[in-house]
């Protein structure tokens, strides 16, 4: 017998199909390679079941990065560009990777200096948020630059918002308590 009461040595296939049978669970094989065939006798069910939790378990703990797009034009107005650069800022800051693309119409396709001033602006902006993954390169009639968010700035942000909310928290603590009366014990007049 082993440690968690399984007998240990080579049994017939039929005895161990009956010894299965009698303990009303299923014979597993779990090494067929082996000389001779190692199985388990085991609820196969509730292994599965188990297994599928620790999975799912595992998955929800990756961290997932999405690929997100945005598209610019080269003659953007500035209240456009403000908007779709808050975009990718709450892109980088979920910890998405962002595909900026700037395309290019007829005449346009002149001036694509225009365009790559919108991207090395737009990193500008964005500052310390941002790491540029993949250099403007122009597709066709497009230019892509992918960036994704600077993970030691984000874990600063983040620090940094634990901080105040903390401050935040004890200044209401200490307003909720109100002003502090006089101790009588300590009156001497």
């Known amino acids: 017998m082993g440690a968690d009461g399984a007998q240990i040595g080579v049994v017939d296939t039929r005895e161990a199909l009956r010894q299965a049978r009698d303990l009303d669970l299923d014979l597993v094989e779990v090494a067929p390679q082996a000389d001779p065939p190692v199985c388990r006798i085991m609820d196969y069910g509730k292994y599965k079941y188990e297994r599928d939790i620790k999975n799912k378990e595992a998955r929800k703990k990756q961290a997932r990065t999405d690929l997100k797009e945005i598209k610019f034009r080269p003659k953007i107005d500035p209240h456009d560009y403000a908007t779709k650069k808050g975009h990718v800022e709450r892109f980088l800051k979920g910890g998405n990777k962002v595909k900026i693309t700037i395309m290019f119409r007829g005449r346009e396709m002149a001036h694509t200096d225009l365009g790559r001033r919108i991207l ?64 009588p014990a300590s009156d001497e007049g």
Request: charged fraction near 30%; charge should be negative; aromatic fraction near 0%.
């Open 120 to 183: 090395d602006r737009l990193v500008g902006d964005l500052g310390p948020l941002v790491v540029v993954e993949a250099m403007p390169k122009q597709e066709g009639r497009n230019m892509i630059m992918v960036i994704s968010p600077n993970k030691r700035h984000l874990e600063e942000l983040a620090k940094e918002k634990t901080r105040t909310s903390a401050a935040t928290a004890l200044v209401a603590e200490v307003a909720a308590e109100g002003p502090a009366e006089p101790d």
